[in-house]
């Protein structure tokens, strides 16, 4: 799971510029309008230590197809869910 973090002085004027053109690139696979929201889910479950305290993670099963959240609570417990759907 990528955090967002201030840039140091330290990186060079290439390495802010590969940074910024990342987190453009991931942002552009999101589509928005006034009525709907289409985002690319990751087609791997995250692996529990990727997954930081107190957060929640959507992807979708290729092995069912299935869109599922991965959470951690705040101990540390982390939980699968599968949303249901009605067809």
């Not at 869109?67 to 699968?80: E, R």
């Amino acid at each position: 799971m990528a955090d967002i973090t201030a840039l140091k002085n330290s990186n060079t004027f290439d390495e802010q510029m590969t940074t910024i053109n990342s987190i453009i690139t991931k942002l552009n696979t999101i589509e928005a309008n006034a009525s709907t929201m289409t985002l690319a889910f990751s087609a791997t479950a995250p692996t529990d230590a990727s997954i930081s305290n107190s957060t929640a993670v959507l992807y979708i099963d290729t092995s069912d197809g299935k869109l599922k959240i991965k959470s951690k609570n705040s101990g540390g417990t982390v939980t699968t869910y599968i949303l249901s759907t009605t067809s």
